[in-house]
């Protein structure tokens, strides 16, 4: 009969009903202010550690982490490290310009690359005092790079995108030149000018692949003490690197959270993790959110090859939702049709970009456990929290607030497992 839905597509209008239903009042709390860590730990494994297993909640230090991870654990962390990528320029008028690195668009889209490029490129930005700085203002600085002059200009690429031209007169690398002219850009919740401690207190002391403009916050407990406490007991690690952008701390301002806007951030994927996965499929932990979304991103990825989509890897914010259990890959599965594609193109690493949103309704793919800090009320990171552990977010974050944990980037830990039956 003409107007009757097919099964599938009741398939789908359910899912969408369900998730258009998602009430982001409940996924809010009070958060004071007293509550949101300004400073670091002063030794970084030291913050407390709240251990979510089954329903039930235990209390611990971070250095008690590898008593509550399984012999054979995979951690798998994000090697990222964060840019100075906040500078400040001033017109001939006194007014200045806030800029704030998004992504690099021009001469490449890679950021590993973009921080090699010499003399000029293009970035999209996040604009301050943006209604001062006029289409074909220029603005000039001189920076020092290792004891020479550059003389840096700044203009226009595309104003209503946001797209910023940055040219310097000499040889010296955009990183050099960043790393001379900008600050690390705090998260606007600290409500404090970035300090010259910062500088290293905001990296993870595994930070390896410079471009992200926030830290993965979650793997900032870890030290030289903890792996080698971890690697006693034969829990192994293995890496992958997603740049984390801005958009990590933009608010749900929208009514429906489908509609809500996730930027996406690139990520790089090895050889030779998808080998470790492959080997570990069932004892996954990803260090942080990033971490968790790059896997959950890789899996399908695995899903567009195994299904002969595309072998471009580009995962859309809702790509895995209507999809049917039986219709999907294993795990398994998944990462060995990633291996077999890499192996028959000769490719060591795949660079993708994805913009996965995981909220109440997600299942989870490849991930079993997750460790993480403790997130802005009312958040797309409260709503993945929430996809993991169900209802029990809500008395996980009662009971960090009643136990005095602090909060937020600088704040203290927690190690959540899926449950059992998930």
Known sequence: MEGRLTAEENHDALWRR????????SYTYDLPDDRIAKYPMEIRDQSKLMVYRNGEIDHLRF???????????????????VIPARAHFKKETGAVIELLLL???LPTRVINDAMLVQHSCVWECMIGNKKRWKVGDTLS??????????QLKVSY???EQNLILLRWDTDVSFLDLVKALGEIPLPPYLNRDTEEPDKETYQTVYAHHDGAVAAPTAGLHF???????????NIRKSFLTLHVGAGTFQPIKVEKVTEHRMHSEQVVFTKALIEDLLQSVERVVPVGT?????LESLYWYGVKLFKKETTDFNIEKLYPYPWKQEELPSAKQS????ADYMNSVGLEEIVGETEIFIFPGYRFRLCRGIITNYHQPGSTLILLVAAFVGNDWNRIYSEALAKDYRFLSYGDSSLLWLNDNA
């Open 290 to 294: 990033t971490s968790l979304r790059s």
């Open 223 to 233: 030290t030289s003490r903890v792996f080698d406490e971890l690697e006693k007991k």
């Open 335 to 338: 990462l060995q049709a990633i």
């Open 18 to 25: 369900e998730a258009e239903a998602i009430d982001l009042e």
């Open 103 to 105: 992504h690099p668009e």
């Open 63 to 81: 250095t008690d982490i590898t008593s509550q991870l399984p012999e054979n654990t995979l951690l798998v962390f994000n090697d990222t490290k």
């Open 157 to 159: 690429h595309d104003y």
């Open 141 to 150: 600085a001189v920076i020092q790079v290792s004891g020479a002059d550059v």
